[in-house]
């Protein structure tokens, strides 16, 4: 699998600074979603809606702006796609969207509002389902009868399903989540996440039985680069032992 890389002055960290992906989006920038959403295709060959969950080892590591992003190339790939914020207690989707928050997920899932009324249909191609009113139970809701057989409609409608999750080592509901999906994505940004906080999303994910599909670098320095590679977006590696390589 894939291992991607962003230059740090590439991808912003804070709401006010994020860039959404679009044509006007400089081209390195481009290419590299266009790579990580082609590789993610190849991991996950299966006929069906394929679900992708993205979380991170730790709060800031750019794991919303990688997943709002990730949805918009698949939009632009002509792929049917829906970005669901299942971070229910810090949702930022919204923001980065520019859309309204609630009514969303948590209100559905509790019998407030149809998932017709809460589902949005934006600009950039995709649909988007918000995180909703932050309730006081969110794991509970999260691993709920009703979030499974919310899924599973939804999987009849759609391509690709984005499930942006909560870091993994913060909460418990990334893991929870993780049996939903086709695959798991860890974002990994660069000077932030130390091996042992890796180390131990992995291990949690491993428990929980996901399949890991690899990681998502944010935040790379520059790197010495051929001419070809210039725009400092590769890598490559395996997810079950990049984060215990060093350790042998």
């Known amino acids: ?6 230059r740090k002055k590439d991808i912003a960290l804070r709401d006010k600074e994020v860039h959404l992906l679009s044509d006007k989006t400089p081209f390195a920038i481009q290419e590299a979603y266009k790579a990580l959403r082609t590789n993610l295709i190849f991991s996950m060959p299966e006929d069906g809606c394929k679900t992708i969950l993205i979380t991170s080892s730790v709060q800031g590591e750019a794991k919303s702006t990688t997943a709002v992003n990730l949805a918009i190339a ?3 790939n002509g792929n049917k796609v829906l970005l669901i914020d299942c971070d229910l207690r810090l949702p930022t989707d919204a923001a980065k969207l520019k859309v309204k928050g609630t009514p969303g997920l948590t209100d559905v899932l509790v019998g407030m509002n149809s998932i017709n009324e809460v589902i949005r249909a934006l600009p950039t191609g995709m649909h988007f389902l918000p995180a909703g009113t932050v309730p006081p139970n969110p794991t509970e809701l999260l691993g ?3 979030m499974s057989m919310l899924l599973r409609s939804l999987r009849n409608h759609y391509e690709y399903i984005v499930l942006d999750t909560p870091p993994i080592n913060a909460v418990a509901d990334a893991a929870i989540l993780s049996g939903e999906a086709s695959g798991v994505a860890i974002v990994v940004r660069q000077n932030m996440a130390t091996e042992e906080s890796i180390d131990s999303a992995i291990s949690a994910l491993e428990f929980a039985g ?3 599909l690899g990681f998502i670098f944010t935040g790379v320095e520059n790197e010495k680069q051929n001419a070809y590679r210039k725009s400092g977006y590769y890598g490559y590696g395996y997810a079950q032992s990049a984060a215990r390589a060093n350790k042998k």
């Open 1 to 6: 699998m894939r291992l991607f890389k962003f």
């Open 74 to 76: 698949f939009a632009q």
């Open 144 to 146: 709920s009868d009703q």
């Open 210 to 212: 996901a399949r890991i």
